[in-house]
């Protein structure tokens, strides 16, 4: 995602109304490297702006991703995760706390050729395991 400012000039000359909901959930995702859920976004922009509804988040949340300016995550029943990184890059993931990191590895010879028949427009990596604080709260026999 871009800037909360340049998305909102964006928006307003695609023939959006910029609100100042909408402006304060652009500048809570802006930069959001913790790929914060709906909840999570509610709960930042309820701090600036107290009546705010859960609604008017998952809206615009779910406008944002059908615009292809952030991306959702959904992790296997996990309530869904925002990301406002567009590039190609993949994921980190907590089994534990669920924390969620971004990595930067290129995982390009992972991606199949054309051969199949099935064009690839972007892919991911994501790799579960247990993040270091998880890792030393963890009883010693289930460590791994």
């Known amino acids: 995602m871009e800037t909360a400012c340049a998305l909102c000039e964006r928006l307003r000359d695609n ?6 909901q909408r402006r304060t959930i652009f500048e809570v995702l ?9 909840e999570e976004v509610h709960e930042e922009v309820r701090r600036r702006l107290p009546d705010v509804s859960l609604a008017t988040v998952y809206k615009t949340l779910k406008e944002l991703v059908a615009m292809g300016e952030i991306r959702e995550l959904n992790f296997h029943g996990d309530r869904s995760r925002f990301d406002p990184r567009m590039d190609s890059h993949s994921h ?8 969620l990191e971004d990595i930067d590895d290129d995982f390009a010879a ?11 427009k ?3 990596v994501v790799f579960y ?16």
């Open 110 to 120: 992972l991606v199949p050729s054309q051969r199949h028949g099935f064009r690839v």
């Open 92 to 99: 980190l993931k907590c089994e534990g706390c669920g924390r």
């Open 15 to 20: 023939g959006y109304s910029i609100t100042p």
């Open 30 to 38: 802006e930069g959001a490297h913790h790929h914060p859920s709906a």
């Open 122 to 124: 972007r892919h991911e």
């Open 129 to 144: 395991g247990q993040c270091p604080d998880c890792q030393k709260s963890a009883p010693a026999s289930r460590k791994r």
